[in-house]
Protein backbone atom coordinates (compact mmCIF):
# COMPACT_ATOMS: atom_id res chain seq x y z
CA UNK A 1 0.00 0.00 0.00
CA UNK A 2 1.84 3.66 -1.29
CA UNK A 3 1.68 6.42 1.22
CA UNK A 4 -0.51 8.40 -0.15
CA UNK A 5 -2.94 5.17 -0.20
CA UNK A 6 -2.60 4.65 3.31
CA UNK A 7 -3.00 8.76 4.46
CA UNK A 8 -6.44 8.61 2.43
CA UNK A 9 -7.97 5.71 4.11
CA UNK A 10 -6.09 6.72 7.34
CA UNK A 11 -8.28 10.35 6.70
CA UNK A 12 -11.11 8.00 5.93
CA UNK A 13 -11.35 5.97 8.85
CA UNK A 14 -11.06 9.28 11.12
CA UNK A 15 -13.79 10.85 8.88
CA UNK A 16 -15.69 7.79 10.04
CA UNK A 17 -14.67 6.81 13.71
CA UNK A 18 -12.98 9.76 15.79
CA UNK A 19 -14.92 12.05 17.94
CA UNK A 20 -12.35 13.14 19.88
CA UNK A 21 -11.13 16.03 18.47
CA UNK A 22 -13.09 18.64 17.79
CA UNK A 23 -14.05 22.07 18.96
CA UNK A 24 -15.04 23.30 22.70
CA UNK A 25 -18.01 25.53 21.24
CA UNK A 26 -18.54 27.09 24.82
CA UNK A 27 -15.40 28.69 24.67
CA UNK A 28 -15.88 29.53 21.39
CA UNK A 29 -18.49 31.41 22.17
CA UNK A 30 -17.08 33.19 25.06
CA UNK A 31 -14.34 34.60 23.46
CA UNK A 32 -15.75 35.51 20.66
CA UNK A 33 -18.46 37.22 23.13
CA UNK A 34 -15.37 39.28 24.84
CA UNK A 35 -14.06 39.85 21.35
CA UNK A 36 -17.64 41.67 20.26
CA UNK A 37 -18.03 43.61 23.52
CA UNK A 38 -14.88 45.46 23.03
CA UNK A 39 -16.90 47.07 20.07
CA UNK A 40 -20.43 47.66 22.46
CA UNK A 41 -21.82 44.18 21.35
CA UNK A 42 -23.49 41.44 24.00
CA UNK A 43 -23.31 39.12 21.54
CA UNK A 44 -23.32 35.19 22.39
CA UNK A 45 -23.32 34.23 18.28
CA UNK A 46 -22.89 30.70 19.28
CA UNK A 47 -26.43 30.93 20.73
CA UNK A 48 -27.60 32.95 17.81
CA UNK A 49 -26.29 31.20 15.53
CA UNK A 50 -26.54 27.45 16.35
CA UNK A 51 -25.43 26.07 13.60
CA UNK A 52 -22.76 27.77 12.25
CA UNK A 53 -19.66 26.24 13.78
CA UNK A 54 -19.90 22.24 14.15
CA UNK A 55 -17.93 20.60 17.34
CA UNK A 56 -16.42 17.65 14.91
CA UNK A 57 -12.98 18.01 12.99
CA UNK A 58 -12.83 16.75 9.03
CA UNK A 59 -9.68 15.44 8.03
CA UNK A 60 -7.97 14.80 4.61
CA UNK A 61 -4.96 13.44 3.45
CA UNK A 62 -1.70 15.85 3.04
CA UNK A 63 -1.86 14.34 -0.77
CA UNK A 64 -5.05 16.26 -1.22
CA UNK A 65 -4.39 19.32 0.61
CA UNK A 66 -0.86 19.51 -2.14
CA UNK A 67 -3.46 18.10 -4.96
CA UNK A 68 -5.67 21.10 -4.26
CA UNK A 69 -3.07 23.90 -4.14
CA UNK A 70 -1.75 22.56 -6.84
CA UNK A 71 -5.24 23.09 -9.27
CA UNK A 72 -5.21 26.25 -7.57
CA UNK A 73 -1.41 26.98 -9.14
CA UNK A 74 -2.68 25.37 -12.40
CA UNK A 75 -5.87 27.29 -12.93
CA UNK A 76 -3.91 30.67 -12.02
CA UNK A 77 -1.90 30.37 -14.90
CA UNK A 78 -4.72 29.46 -17.01
CA UNK A 79 -6.42 32.91 -15.86
CA UNK A 80 -3.64 34.70 -17.02
CA UNK A 81 -3.51 33.18 -20.03
CA UNK A 82 -3.95 35.97 -23.39
CA UNK A 83 -6.47 33.82 -25.02
CA UNK A 84 -8.47 33.42 -21.90
CA UNK A 85 -8.64 36.41 -20.35
CA UNK A 86 -9.42 37.91 -24.03
CA UNK A 87 -12.34 35.13 -23.97
CA UNK A 88 -13.61 35.95 -20.95
CA UNK A 89 -13.93 39.61 -21.23
CA UNK A 90 -15.90 39.62 -24.47
CA UNK A 91 -18.92 37.99 -22.52
CA UNK A 92 -18.45 40.22 -19.27
CA UNK A 93 -20.00 44.02 -18.84
CA UNK A 94 -17.57 46.60 -19.53
CA UNK A 95 -16.82 47.22 -15.84
CA UNK A 96 -14.66 44.09 -16.19
CA UNK A 97 -12.32 45.22 -18.30
CA UNK A 98 -10.87 47.77 -15.65
CA UNK A 99 -7.84 46.03 -14.39
CA UNK A 100 -6.88 47.46 -11.42
CA UNK A 101 -3.37 46.63 -9.04
CA UNK A 102 -5.07 44.86 -6.62
CA UNK A 103 -5.55 41.15 -6.67
CA UNK A 104 -8.73 40.72 -4.53
CA UNK A 105 -8.64 39.09 -1.02
CA UNK A 106 -10.38 35.66 0.12
CA UNK A 107 -10.79 33.78 -2.96
CA UNK A 108 -12.86 30.92 -2.33
CA UNK A 109 -12.17 27.17 -3.98
CA UNK A 110 -14.79 25.24 -3.09
CA UNK A 111 -13.76 21.33 -3.47
CA UNK A 112 -15.51 17.99 -3.17
CA UNK A 113 -13.59 14.72 -2.20
CA UNK A 114 -15.89 12.43 -3.15
CA UNK A 115 -17.22 9.23 -1.33
CA UNK A 116 -16.27 6.70 -3.30
CA UNK A 117 -12.89 4.38 -2.32
CA UNK A 118 -10.53 6.61 -0.69
CA UNK A 119 -7.91 3.98 -2.04
CA UNK A 120 -8.81 5.25 -6.09
CA UNK A 121 -6.69 8.24 -5.21
CA UNK A 122 -9.07 10.76 -6.94
CA UNK A 123 -8.09 14.37 -7.02
CA UNK A 124 -10.44 16.66 -4.89
CA UNK A 125 -12.87 18.36 -7.59
CA UNK A 126 -12.96 21.49 -7.95
CA UNK A 127 -16.77 22.38 -7.99
CA UNK A 128 -16.65 26.55 -8.04
CA UNK A 129 -14.70 29.49 -6.93
CA UNK A 130 -16.20 32.65 -5.13
CA UNK A 131 -14.27 36.15 -4.83
CA UNK A 132 -16.03 37.24 -2.52
CA UNK A 133 -15.81 34.04 0.35
CA UNK A 134 -17.23 34.58 3.69
CA UNK A 135 -16.39 32.91 7.02
CA UNK A 136 -12.25 33.42 6.43
CA UNK A 137 -11.80 34.94 9.81
CA UNK A 138 -14.59 33.40 11.40
CA UNK A 139 -12.78 29.95 10.76
CA UNK A 140 -9.11 31.25 12.61
CA UNK A 141 -11.43 32.28 15.47
CA UNK A 142 -13.16 28.65 15.41
CA UNK A 143 -8.67 27.49 15.74
CA UNK A 144 -8.58 28.87 18.69
CA UNK A 145 -11.20 26.34 19.88
CA UNK A 146 -9.91 23.14 19.37
CA UNK A 147 -9.82 20.29 21.78
CA UNK A 148 -8.17 16.57 21.76
CA UNK A 149 -8.32 14.00 24.13
CA UNK A 150 -6.50 11.43 21.83
CA UNK A 151 -2.60 12.20 22.26
CA UNK A 152 -1.88 9.92 19.27
CA UNK A 153 -4.09 12.61 16.72
CA UNK A 154 -3.56 15.15 18.31
CA UNK A 155 0.10 14.75 17.40
CA UNK A 156 -0.18 13.61 14.32
CA UNK A 157 -2.30 16.01 12.90
CA UNK A 158 -1.50 19.45 11.61
CA UNK A 159 -4.57 21.90 12.24
CA UNK A 160 -5.53 25.75 10.97
CA UNK A 161 -2.71 27.06 12.34
CA UNK A 162 -1.67 29.65 14.74
CA UNK A 163 -4.73 32.64 15.31
CA UNK A 164 -2.38 35.02 15.88
CA UNK A 165 -0.12 34.68 13.10
CA UNK A 166 -3.57 33.70 10.30
CA UNK A 167 -4.68 37.22 11.88
CA UNK A 168 -1.84 39.34 11.16
CA UNK A 169 -1.67 37.45 7.81
CA UNK A 170 -4.76 38.87 7.15
CA UNK A 171 -3.97 42.32 7.41
CA UNK A 172 -1.10 41.85 5.73
CA UNK A 173 -3.34 40.73 2.74
CA UNK A 174 -5.10 43.86 2.81
CA UNK A 175 -2.29 45.89 3.90
CA UNK A 176 -0.86 44.86 0.47
CA UNK A 177 -3.94 45.33 -1.55
CA UNK A 178 -3.38 48.63 -0.55
CA UNK A 179 0.17 48.65 -1.22
CA UNK A 180 -0.28 47.57 -4.77
CA UNK A 181 -2.97 50.17 -5.69
CA UNK A 182 -1.54 53.30 -4.19
CA UNK A 183 2.18 52.43 -3.38
CA UNK A 184 3.47 54.32 0.06
CA UNK A 185 0.39 56.30 0.47
CA UNK A 186 -1.08 55.98 4.12
CA UNK A 187 -4.22 53.65 4.62
CA UNK A 188 -6.46 55.17 6.93
CA UNK A 189 -9.94 54.13 6.52
CA UNK A 190 -11.33 50.68 5.73
CA UNK A 191 -14.88 50.16 5.05
CA UNK A 192 -16.65 46.43 5.52
CA UNK A 193 -19.62 46.81 2.61
CA UNK A 194 -22.59 44.66 2.48
CA UNK A 195 -26.44 45.87 1.13
CA UNK A 196 -27.89 45.91 4.81
CA UNK A 197 -25.22 44.19 6.53
CA UNK A 198 -26.74 44.08 9.87
CA UNK A 199 -29.20 41.92 8.31
CA UNK A 200 -26.59 39.72 6.78
CA UNK A 201 -26.32 35.90 8.27
CA UNK A 202 -22.29 36.70 8.67
CA UNK A 203 -22.78 40.01 10.16
CA UNK A 204 -21.11 38.41 13.32
CA UNK A 205 -17.72 38.30 11.49
CA UNK A 206 -17.80 42.08 9.53
CA UNK A 207 -17.75 43.32 13.55
CA UNK A 208 -14.41 40.82 13.95
CA UNK A 209 -13.16 41.94 10.84
CA UNK A 210 -13.78 46.07 12.23
CA UNK A 211 -12.11 45.01 15.60
CA UNK A 212 -9.34 43.43 14.05
CA UNK A 213 -8.47 46.78 11.20
CA UNK A 214 -8.93 48.70 15.06
CA UNK A 215 -6.13 46.63 16.70
CA UNK A 216 -3.82 47.36 13.86
CA UNK A 217 -4.26 50.41 13.64
CA UNK A 218 -6.87 51.40 11.17
CA UNK A 219 -10.22 53.14 11.34
CA UNK A 220 -13.13 50.59 10.19
CA UNK A 221 -16.78 51.04 9.57
CA UNK A 222 -19.28 48.51 8.55
CA UNK A 223 -21.23 49.98 5.94
CA UNK A 224 -24.44 49.27 3.68
CA UNK A 225 -23.12 50.42 0.83
CA UNK A 226 -26.54 52.30 -0.43
CA UNK A 227 -25.44 54.63 2.48
CA UNK A 228 -22.02 55.41 0.58
CA UNK A 229 -21.60 58.93 -0.45
CA UNK A 230 -19.85 60.10 -3.51
CA UNK A 231 -18.54 63.68 -3.97
CA UNK A 232 -16.93 63.74 -7.48
CA UNK A 233 -13.82 62.93 -5.87
CA UNK A 234 -13.98 60.81 -2.90
CA UNK A 235 -16.17 57.94 -1.50
CA UNK A 236 -17.34 58.85 1.61
CA UNK A 237 -19.56 58.01 4.88
CA UNK A 238 -20.52 60.77 6.93
CA UNK A 239 -19.04 62.49 5.86
CA UNK A 240 -15.18 60.09 6.18
CA UNK A 241 -13.00 59.78 3.31
CA UNK A 242 -13.17 56.43 2.73
CA UNK A 243 -9.49 54.71 1.77
CA UNK A 244 -10.55 50.98 0.95
CA UNK A 245 -13.92 49.36 0.18
CA UNK A 246 -13.67 45.42 1.67
CA UNK A 247 -16.29 44.50 -0.82
CA UNK A 248 -18.99 41.48 0.64
CA UNK A 249 -21.62 42.97 -1.81
CA UNK A 250 -23.10 40.40 -4.15
CA UNK A 251 -24.14 42.35 -7.45
CA UNK A 252 -20.64 41.49 -8.49
CA UNK A 253 -20.43 44.35 -11.01
CA UNK A 254 -22.49 47.11 -9.27
CA UNK A 255 -25.44 47.20 -11.51
CA UNK A 256 -28.03 48.27 -8.90
CA UNK A 257 -28.84 51.82 -8.61
CA UNK A 258 -28.31 51.22 -4.31
CA UNK A 259 -23.80 50.84 -5.52
CA UNK A 260 -24.27 53.94 -7.77
CA UNK A 261 -21.96 55.88 -5.35
CA UNK A 262 -19.81 52.58 -4.99
CA UNK A 263 -19.56 52.15 -9.34
CA UNK A 264 -18.89 55.65 -9.40
CA UNK A 265 -15.58 55.90 -6.84
CA UNK A 266 -14.20 52.72 -8.79
CA UNK A 267 -14.75 53.88 -12.31
CA UNK A 268 -12.84 56.99 -10.87
CA UNK A 269 -10.32 54.82 -9.33
CA UNK A 270 -11.06 57.53 -5.95
CA UNK A 271 -11.14 54.06 -3.90
CA UNK A 272 -9.35 50.93 -3.61
CA UNK A 273 -12.14 48.25 -3.84
CA UNK A 274 -11.67 44.36 -3.36
CA UNK A 275 -12.67 42.30 -4.51
CA UNK A 276 -13.58 44.05 -7.39
CA UNK A 277 -15.80 43.00 -11.06
CA UNK A 278 -12.58 41.77 -13.17
CA UNK A 279 -12.16 39.29 -10.34
CA UNK A 280 -15.57 37.95 -10.31
CA UNK A 281 -15.51 37.95 -14.35
CA UNK A 282 -11.78 36.00 -14.52
CA UNK A 283 -12.68 33.69 -11.55
CA UNK A 284 -16.01 32.99 -10.39
CA UNK A 285 -18.65 33.31 -13.41
CA UNK A 286 -19.26 29.60 -13.70
CA UNK A 287 -19.04 29.93 -17.31
CA UNK A 288 -15.43 29.90 -16.72
CA UNK A 289 -15.53 26.39 -16.09
CA UNK A 290 -16.58 25.25 -19.20
CA UNK A 291 -13.40 26.91 -21.07
CA UNK A 292 -11.15 25.33 -18.10
CA UNK A 293 -12.37 22.33 -19.01
CA UNK A 294 -12.18 22.43 -22.93
CA UNK A 295 -8.68 20.87 -23.80
CA UNK A 296 -8.41 22.03 -27.28
CA UNK A 297 -9.96 25.38 -26.56
CA UNK A 298 -6.81 25.76 -23.92
CA UNK A 299 -4.55 23.90 -26.20
CA UNK A 300 -5.37 26.72 -29.35
CA UNK A 301 -4.79 29.26 -26.69
CA UNK A 302 -0.88 27.77 -26.13
CA UNK A 303 -1.70 26.73 -22.72
CA UNK A 304 1.13 24.30 -21.26
CA UNK A 305 0.00 20.58 -21.55
CA UNK A 306 0.72 19.58 -17.85
CA UNK A 307 -1.67 22.73 -17.00
CA UNK A 308 -4.16 21.82 -18.61
CA UNK A 309 -3.71 17.72 -17.06
CA UNK A 310 -4.01 19.41 -14.13
CA UNK A 311 -7.30 21.24 -14.41
CA UNK A 312 -8.98 18.35 -16.04
CA UNK A 313 -7.84 15.94 -13.31
CA UNK A 314 -9.13 18.26 -11.04
CA UNK A 315 -12.34 20.13 -12.32
CA UNK A 316 -15.47 18.10 -13.36
CA UNK A 317 -16.76 18.68 -17.27
CA UNK A 318 -18.67 21.48 -17.39
CA UNK A 319 -20.79 22.75 -20.41
CA UNK A 320 -22.49 25.99 -20.79
CA UNK A 321 -26.12 25.10 -21.16
CA UNK A 322 -27.72 26.19 -24.54
CA UNK A 323 -31.30 25.01 -25.53
CA UNK A 324 -30.68 23.23 -28.65
CA UNK A 325 -28.88 20.22 -26.48
CA UNK A 326 -32.28 20.54 -23.93
CA UNK A 327 -33.13 17.29 -24.84
CA UNK A 328 -29.47 15.50 -24.21
CA UNK A 329 -29.07 17.34 -20.90
CA UNK A 330 -32.73 15.89 -19.84
CA UNK A 331 -32.07 12.77 -20.68
CA UNK A 332 -28.46 13.02 -18.88
CA UNK A 333 -29.67 15.28 -16.36
CA UNK A 334 -29.57 12.61 -13.20
CA UNK A 335 -25.60 12.60 -13.53
CA UNK A 336 -25.17 16.49 -13.70
CA UNK A 337 -25.83 19.42 -11.38
CA UNK A 338 -27.27 23.49 -12.56
CA UNK A 339 -26.26 26.35 -11.22
CA UNK A 340 -26.34 29.79 -12.79
CA UNK A 341 -23.34 31.46 -14.46
CA UNK A 342 -23.41 34.08 -12.03
CA UNK A 343 -24.48 32.74 -8.69
CA UNK A 344 -23.81 32.94 -5.16
CA UNK A 345 -23.99 30.51 -2.04
CA UNK A 346 -25.90 27.64 -4.03
CA UNK A 347 -28.94 30.10 -4.86
CA UNK A 348 -30.91 28.61 -7.91
CA UNK A 349 -28.30 25.42 -7.90
CA UNK A 350 -30.03 22.03 -8.90
CA UNK A 351 -29.34 18.40 -8.64
CA UNK A 352 -30.39 17.16 -11.77
CA UNK A 353 -31.91 14.26 -10.49
CA UNK A 354 -34.56 16.07 -8.61
CA UNK A 355 -35.41 18.88 -11.69
CA UNK A 356 -38.61 19.45 -12.23
CA UNK A 357 -39.99 20.12 -15.98
CA UNK A 358 -41.15 23.78 -14.69
CA UNK A 359 -37.11 24.17 -13.66
CA UNK A 360 -35.78 23.13 -16.27
CA UNK A 361 -37.87 25.39 -18.53
CA UNK A 362 -36.52 27.99 -16.83
CA UNK A 363 -32.60 26.66 -16.39
CA UNK A 364 -33.05 26.84 -20.28
CA UNK A 365 -33.95 30.37 -20.22
CA UNK A 366 -31.46 31.59 -18.04
CA UNK A 367 -27.71 31.57 -18.38
CA UNK A 368 -26.92 28.08 -16.82
CA UNK A 369 -23.66 25.54 -16.63
CA UNK A 370 -24.01 21.97 -16.54
CA UNK A 371 -21.44 20.30 -14.09
CA UNK A 372 -20.98 16.43 -13.93
CA UNK A 373 -22.07 15.54 -10.68
CA UNK A 374 -19.56 14.72 -8.03
CA UNK A 375 -20.53 13.86 -4.64
CA UNK A 376 -19.29 15.14 -1.50
CA UNK A 377 -17.18 13.75 0.91
CA UNK A 378 -18.95 12.29 3.87
CA UNK A 379 -18.40 12.94 8.16
CA UNK A 380 -20.45 10.33 10.35
CA UNK A 381 -21.70 12.79 13.31
CA UNK A 382 -23.17 10.84 16.79
CA UNK A 383 -26.53 11.19 18.40
CA UNK A 384 -25.73 9.18 21.61
CA UNK A 385 -25.17 5.72 20.09
CA UNK A 386 -26.70 6.32 16.88
CA UNK A 387 -24.67 7.18 13.90
CA UNK A 388 -25.85 9.80 11.65
CA UNK A 389 -23.55 11.17 7.88
CA UNK A 390 -22.91 14.33 7.78
CA UNK A 391 -21.99 16.24 4.03
CA UNK A 392 -18.57 17.94 3.38
CA UNK A 393 -17.03 20.14 1.46
CA UNK A 394 -13.38 21.59 1.51
CA UNK A 395 -13.27 25.21 1.06
CA UNK A 396 -9.73 27.03 0.40
CA UNK A 397 -9.19 30.69 1.54
CA UNK A 398 -6.86 32.16 -1.30
CA UNK A 399 -5.20 34.91 -1.70
CA UNK A 400 -2.50 35.80 -4.70
CA UNK A 401 -2.93 31.79 -5.74
CA UNK A 402 -1.42 31.07 -2.10
CA UNK A 403 -3.57 29.11 0.24
CA UNK A 404 -3.83 30.46 3.59
CA UNK A 405 -6.51 28.81 5.44
CA UNK A 406 -8.65 25.28 4.69
CA UNK A 407 -11.66 25.06 6.19
CA UNK A 408 -14.78 22.67 6.28
CA UNK A 409 -18.65 23.22 5.96
CA UNK A 410 -20.69 20.29 7.18
CA UNK A 411 -24.31 19.92 5.98
CA UNK A 412 -27.32 17.68 5.06
CA UNK A 413 -29.22 18.82 1.82
CA UNK A 414 -28.27 19.51 -1.96
CA UNK A 415 -26.47 22.54 -1.04
CA UNK A 416 -24.43 23.36 1.96
CA UNK A 417 -26.68 25.78 4.05
CA UNK A 418 -26.06 26.54 7.93
CA UNK A 419 -29.45 25.10 9.04
CA UNK A 420 -28.24 21.36 9.47
CA UNK A 421 -27.93 20.50 12.99
CA UNK A 422 -24.11 19.27 14.21
CA UNK A 423 -23.12 20.95 10.64
CA UNK A 424 -21.60 24.31 9.72
CA UNK A 425 -17.68 25.45 9.53
CA UNK A 426 -15.55 22.54 10.76
CA UNK A 427 -11.20 22.95 11.19
CA UNK A 428 -9.56 20.63 8.87
CA UNK A 429 -6.95 18.43 9.95
CA UNK A 430 -4.18 16.33 7.93
CA UNK A 431 -0.74 15.17 8.42
CA UNK A 432 2.09 17.57 8.84
CA UNK A 433 4.54 17.56 6.16
Same mark, same amino acid.
Given at each position: ???????????????????????????????????????????????????????????????????????????????????????????????????????????????????????????????????????????????????????????????????????????????????? /????????????????????????????????????????????????????????????????????????????????????????????????????????????????????????????????????????????????? /?????????????????????????????????????????????? /??????????????????????????????????????????????????????????????
Amino acid at each position: MSVNTSELLQAARLNRDCFCIGADLAALGAWLREDLARRGYDWSVVETHPHLFSELAVFVSRRHVERMQHLISALESAVANPGYVATVLAQAPPIARIAPAQRGVFFGYDFHIGQDDPAAERDPQLIEINTNAGGALLNVELGRAQRACCKEVEHLLTGPGDVNTLEADIVAMFRNEWRL /ARGAAPLGHVAIVDDDPAAQYLYPEFLLFARLFEMHGLRATIVDAAALEWDGAALRHEGRRIDLVYNRVTDFYLEEPRHAALRAAYLADAAVLTPHPRAHALYADKRNLALLTDADRLRQWGVPQDVIDGLLAGIPVTRVVEAAD /AESLWARRKGLFFKPACGFGSRGSYRGDKLTRKVFAEILAGQYVAQ /AMVPPGERLAREGDVPRSLKLDLRNYVYDGRVQLVAARLYQGQTTNFRTAGGGFAPVFYPPA
